[in-house]
């Protein structure tokens, strides 16, 4: 292990400056804690949301809103965010 509980394998900028410095150190102390403080935290909504609310930037500024690849843009944002909904109700 590398400093912080870190796998040396993973080690640099995305460590020291990104979310993993945090993610990782709950993964060490199992998965189920982990999971279950991700959705305490209610991230599954808020990553959700985020897509949501694209699809619906999306929708605002076609210009045509029978546009297939708008359409099919925000569909597939409002999918996604569909997906991530139901994979944490499955975890």
């Not at 292990?1 to 080690?11: F, S």
């Not at 709950?26 to 959700?48: N, S, T, W």
């Not at 045509?64 to 597939?76: G, K, Q």
Request: aromatic share 6%.
């Amino acid at each position: 292990m590398g400093r912080g509980g870190v796998p040396e394998q993973i080690d640099g900028d995305l460590v020291d400056d990104g979310p993993v410095c945090v993610v990782l150190p709950g993964i060490d102390r199992g998965v189920a804690p982990f999971v279950e403080a991700l959705k305490a935290a209610r991230i599954d909504e808020a990553f959700a949301g985020v897509l949501d609310a694209a699809a619906d930037a999306v929708m605002t500024a076609a210009e045509d809103p029978y546009d297939f690849d708008d359409r099919l843009h925000a569909d597939n944002l409002g999918g996604a965010a569909s997906d991530i909904r139901r994979a944490f109700h499955w975890l």
